[in-house]
């Protein structure tokens, strides 16, 4: 759902304004690095607190999911700026 609503972001902003290829890239690149660095880092805080309390994985399944929405979030944000 979320990479309809990206593509077609990126075909309105292209109509609107003058950009290249290597700007689309570049706007595709940033995307992929927000999603996945908030949820890389939501996991290892996830597994370092499930190292300190001694449970089996419950921080890192709450925190992937944190993570989730989060760079979902940051993904939204970062998208309404272009517009």
Known sequence: MFCVQICIKLM???NRKKGSEWRKFGIALSSTWIIASSIIVAALIGLGLDWLFHTRRLFLVI???VGIIAGMYNLIRELKKLE
Do not use: E, K, V
Request: charge should be negative; avoid cysteine; glycine fraction near 0%.
């Open 12 to 14: 309105d902003n292209d």
């Open 63 to 65: 925190m992937f999911l």
